[in-house]
C-alpha cells in the first residue's frame, strides 16, 4: 500500500484501519515494512484502538524521511483482553513529497496456549477454563496467560504490583540521587522510554519509569526498595519484573539483595544499554539463610535518550517478613572490630604473644611465611603466600593513601585513582577493549582480579597497594604473579620494596602488552622488616585499566637450623644451616652468610 497524492488542501490524512481483533495472548507482536522518503514526507504514526477507551494508545512513529529503503519495525503487543483494532495514520500539513509505503504486515504468537488434554508435574498450571498448560513460574505475574485469569486468581496482593495505584508496599530509596517516576502513556522524551504499560498495553496504565534529561547527571541513580522477606528455606522463591530499556543513551539497570539494612546488597542481575522498544520479562530465584530485601537501581546516561521503564513486580514461593527492620552494620571507626583481649602471658615487649596458647615468638618470626603458633595467629595479620582474589578479599594488602583519606572523604575515595576488585561481568559497554574479559584463575566473567580503574584520576596520577611489613624471607624468595594490561593509553606497572624510609624499584612494565594475562616473576631473596608495593601509573586517558591477578610468594619461608646434622647431600653453612649441595657456588646467597658462595670452595 502507498499514498498517493492527489490535491494540494492543508492538513491531508491518509488512514488505513486494520480488521477488528478479538484477543490477543501474552507474546503477541505485530511487525511491518514500511518506506518513507522524500524531502517533505512528514510523519506517520499506528495507533491502537481498544473498545470502551476513548483515548487511543501510539504503538509507533516515524518523524521524517528514513532514506530510499525498506525498513521493519516490530511492535509489541503483549495481552490485549478486549476488542480492538488498528489505525496507520499519515499526516500532511500542505506540502507533501514523497513515497510512503507499507508492506508484510505479521502477527506472530499472538494466539492464547491451546488446551491440553493434561497437565502434571509441580511445574505446570492447569487453566480452569481454557484447559491451557502453562508454566508455574508464570503463576499470579500479573500477566492473563491463560486467556480465563485463572492463572491470575487468588494471589497475595502484597507480592506483586502493577503501579496502577501508587507504589503498593515498594518504597523509594532516601539515599539515592532521585527517584522513580509513575507516569501514563509516553515518557516525555521521544525516542527513549515506553510509549505504553505493560498490565493494560494502552496508554491507560502506568508504569515506573527513569527520568533521564536535565537537571540529571550521568551515573545519577534511583534505588526502589522492596518490601522485607522471611529466609527462603530450600524452597525457590522468584522474583519476576518487566523492565523497558530504550534510547541510545541507555545506561544500566540492576538489582541487588541485601540482608543488611544500611548495606549495598550483592548483585543478583543487571543490564547495560539499548534493549529496544520493548517490555522484556525477567525472572530471578533468590535464595537466603536471613530476613532480606531487594533494591532495583537505575543508573542515568550521558544523555536525555536514556529513559528505563519497570512494570509488574511480583515474588513467587516468597512470604513477607513480619518483622519491622533488618539488622545494620555495626563497626568500629576504623570499620574493623576490636581486637580479642591476649591469653595470660610471660612475653617480653619486644615479643609476639600466639592467640590461642600465650607462647611467645620472637618478633622476627612474625609475618615471615612460616606459622610458629600453633594457632597460626603470627601470620593472621600478614599478607597471605597465595591470593585469588575469588573470596572478595584482599589477602592482607591495603592502600595506605586511602586509609588517610577515609573518614569524612566517601566522595573524594569515589574518584581517586586506586585499586579495586573487579571481574568481567561488571564491565560497562567500550571498556571490553581495555579491562580484562576474565580472571587469570577461572578464565571466567564471574571471577574477580584487582585492577586499577583508569577512568578515574587523572595522567601521572598513581595508587599503590602494599603488603604489610614481612619480617623476614628465605634465600630463594620471588613473587610471581599475571598481570593484563591492554589499551591505546595504558600507562605502567612497578613492583617496589620499601625499608624503613627507602624504597627502591624490583620490575616495571610500560603501555600496552595486548589482551591477556602475562606472568611475571620477581626475586626477593633474604630481606627483613619490607614491604612489597604494586604501583600503578594512570595514562594520558582512561583507555587502558592495569589488572594484577594470582599474586603468590613462592619459597618465601626462611631457614631454619636443625637440631640433626647435615646428610650427605647437605652442606652446612658457616652458620650451621643446612642446604642442598645443587645449590653452592650458583651466585646465590643461599645460606645467608654467603658461605657458599665463598672463592675457597
Known amino acids: 500500500m502507498f499514498i498517493l497524492k492527489t490535491s494540494n488542501s492543508i492538513s491531508q490524512i491518509a488512514r488505513l484501519r486494520s480488521p477488528k481483533f478479538r484477543q490477543t495472548g501474552s ?38 524521511s528514513e532514506g530510499n529503503q525498506w525498513l521493519k519495525a516490530v511492535i509489541q503487543l503483549g495481552r490485549l483482553p478486549h476488542p480492538f483494532q488498528f489505525s496507520l495514520d499519515k499526516i500532511s500539513l500542505g506540502v507533501y513529497e514523497g513515497v510512503s509505503a507499507i508492506d508484510d504486515i505479521i502477527f506472530e504468537n499472538c494466539a492464547l496456549p491451546p488446551p491440553a488434554l493434561s497437565c502434571e508435574g509441580p511445574n505446570h498450571f492447569w487453566c480452569r477454563d481454557t484447559k491451557a498448560c502453562i508454566d508455574s513460574l508464570l503463576v499470579c505475574d500479573l500477566v492473563d496467560d491463560c486467556g480465563d485469569g485463572s492463572d491470575e ?62 537537571p540529571r547527571q550521568f551515573q545519577d541513580k534511583a534505588v526502589l526498595l522492596s518490601p522485607l522477606f522471611n529466609p527462603s528455606g530450600y524452597g525457590t522463591c522468584a522474583f519476576r519484573f518487566h523492565y523497558h530499556m530504550f534510547g541510545k543513551e541507555v545506561y544500566k539497570l540492576s538489582v541487588f539483595q541485601r540482608t543488611v539494612s544500611n548495606a549495598k546488597g550483592w548483585l543478583l542481575w543487571y543490564k547495560f544499554g539499548n534493549q529496544e522498544n520493548r517490555w522484556i520479562r525477567q525472572t530471578l530465584f533468590l535464595s537466603s539463610s536471613k530476613p532480606f530485601q531487594i533494591l532495583v ?13 519497570l512494570d509488574d513486580v511480583s515474588f513467587l514461593g516468597c512470604t513477607l517478613y513480619n518483622g519491622k527492620n533488618l539488622p545494620t552494620i555495626s563497626t568500629t571507626t576504623s570499620g574493623t572490630s576490636a581486637p580479642a583481649t591476649l591469653p595470660m602471658n610471660n612475653c617480653k615487649e619486644e615479643e609476639f604473644v600466639c592467640r590461642a596458647s600465650g607462647h611467645c615468638i620472637q618478633m622476627i618470626q612474625k609475618c615471615d611465611f612460616r606459622s610458629d603458633c600453633s594457632d597460626k595467629s603470627d601470620e593472621s ?62 578464565y571466567t566473567e564471574e571471577g574477580w582480579y584487582l585492577f ?58 610500560t603501555g600496552s602488552q595486548g589482551p591477556q594475562w602475562n606472568r611475571a616473576e620477581v626475586f ?9 608495593i604494586f604501583r600503578a601509573k594512570h595514562g594520558v586517558s582512561y583507555m587502558g585499566d592495569v589488572a594484577v591477578d594470582d599474586i603468590t610468594f613462592e619459597d618465601c619461608s626462611p ?43
Open 27 to 64: 507474546n503477541c507482536t505485530l511487525s511491518f515494512w514500511y518506506y518513507n522518503y522524500g524531502e517533505s514526507v512528514g510523519a506517520a504514526e499506528l495507533q491502537l484502538l481498544v473498545d470502551g477507551l476513548k483515548q487511543p494508545t501510539v504503538l509507533w512513529r516515524t518523524y521524517y
Open 153 to 214: 486468581d487468588s494471589c497475595d496482593p502484597d507480592l506483586q504490583c502493577d503501579f496502577e495505584n501508587g507504589l503498593c508496599n515498594w518504597e523509594q530509596d532516601v539515599e539515592d540521587d532521585f527517584d522513580w517516576i509513575r507516569i501514563q502513556g509516553p515518557t516525555p522524551t521521544v525516542n527513549t522510554g515506553p510509549l505504553k504499560d505493560h498490565t493494560t498495553g494502552t496508554a491507560r496504565g502506568h508504569y515506573l519509569y527513569l527520568e533521564s534529561s536535565e
Open 297 to 309: 537501581k537505575g543508573i542515568v546516561g550521558d544523555g536525555f535518550t536514556g529513559d528505563i521503564g
Open 381 to 442: 595479620a600478614c599478607v597471605k603466600e597465595v591470593c585469588d582474589f575469588e573470596e572478595k578479599d584482599l589477602c592482607g594488602w591495603y592502600q595506605p593513601a586511602l586509609e588517610q583519606m577515609s573518614g569524612n572523604y566517601s566522595i573524594l575515595i569515589a574518584k581517586t585513582f586506586k585499586w579495586q576488585l573487579g571481574r568481567g561481568a561488571n564491565l560497562y559497554p567500550e571498556e571490553e577493549q581495555h579491562c580484562p574479559l576474565t580472571d587469570h584463575t577461572t
Open 452 to 509: 586499577a580503574d583508569s577512568s578515574n584520576g587523572e595522567f601521572g596520577d598513581t595508587a599503590d597497594i602494599t603488603t604489610p611489613v614481612i619480617s623476614l624471607t628465605g634465600p630463594r624468595c620471588k613473587i610471581i604473579f599475571w598481570n593484563h594490561m591492554n589499551g591505546s593509553t595504558i600507562g605502567s606497572l612497578e613492583v617496589l620494596y620499601k625499608s624503613s624510609n627507602k624504597t627502591s624499584k624490583l620490575w616495571s612494565q
Open 524 to 532: 626477593l631473596g633474604i630481606r627483613s622488616n619490607f614491604q612489597v
Open 559 to 601: 631457614l631454619l637450623i636443625s637440631d640433626k646434622p647435615c646428610t650427605s647431600e647437605e652442606f652446612m653453612c658457616a652458620n650451621k644451616y643446612c642446604i642442598p649441595k645443587n645449590n653452592l657456588c650458583d651466585f646465590v646467597n643461599d645460606c645467608e652468610d654467603n658461605s657458599d658462595e665463598s672463592p675457597s670452595i
